[in-house]
C-alpha cells in the first residue's frame, strides 16, 4: 500500500513539473498580447473629391510631386497694381473676392484635377492633348473681349445653332461684368461644348449641376492668376 502512494505521490510532481512551466509561458504570451500598441487607422491614398460645398482642410493644395514651376496653377489671386501691364489684361470685377466665387473656385480645383487630366495639364500633370489648362484659361479671357463680335457672326453664319441658346446669349450680351459674362459663358461651354461653335474638339463633359458652377469659377480664377504670371496663349 505503502509503495503505491509513494509512486501516486511522485506521479503527480511530474505533472507539476511539466504543468507549471507551461502555465507560466501561457501568462507571458497574454500579458504581451495586452501591452501591443493599437494599430493606427490607415487613411486612403487620395480624399474624396467634395462636391457638397464641405471643404477639407487642404484645399487647393498640390500633394504631388511634379515641378512646382511647371505649368503651376496657383489657388489665389493678389492684387493687380494699377496702371501694370497686367492690369489692363483683367477686367475690375466684384466676382474676385465674393467669398462663395472664392469657395467654389477651390473645389472646382479639385473637379478639374479629377476631370480635365484626361486631355490637359492641370498642376504640371495630366494629358497633352489639349494645351494646360492654365494656358487655355487665359485664352479664353482674352477671347472674351470679342465676344459680341463672335455671336453675331454666329447669328448670321449659323442662325439655328444662334437660336437654340438665344437666351444664353442674350444674357452673355446683357452682363456688364466682363467676368461674369464669362462665368456665363463657361456654364454653356461644360454643358454642352459646341454650343457657339460647331467645331469645338473638347467631348460632352458629364457634370454635375454643382460642379460646373465649381469648374466655371476654377477656369475663372485661373486665367486671372495666369495673366498676373504672365502665361502664353496657346496658339
Known sequence: M??????????QMRQWVILLPLALLIALISCGKDQTPATEPKTSATDPVPIDGTLPADVGTDRSTSDPARNKEPASSDAVEPGSAD???????????????????????????????LCHKVDGRGGILQPPLIQVSVRRLERMKTISEHLAQLQTDDPDRYQARADLFNSIEA?????RKMSIWLHGYLEQPTF??????????????????????????????GVKQGVSTPE
Open 2 to 11: 505503502g509503495h503505491l502512494r509513494t509512486r501516486e505521490w511522485h506521479f
Open 87 to 117: 492690369s489692363d489684361r483683367i477686367p475690375e470685377s466684384s466676382l474676385l473676392s465674393d467669398a462663395d466665387f472664392q469657395r467654389r473656385a477651390k473645389l472646382g480645383h479639385l473637379v478639374a484635377k479629377r476631370r480635365c487630366v
Open 175 to 179: 452682363e456688364p461684368d466682363e467676368l
Open 196 to 225: 457657339d461653335n460647331a467645331q469645338a474638339k473638347m467631348p460632352l463633359p458629364v457634370l454635375k449641376p454643382e460642379e460646373i458652377d465649381q469648374l466655371a469659377s476654377y477656369v475663372i480664377q485661373l486665367a486671372v492668376d
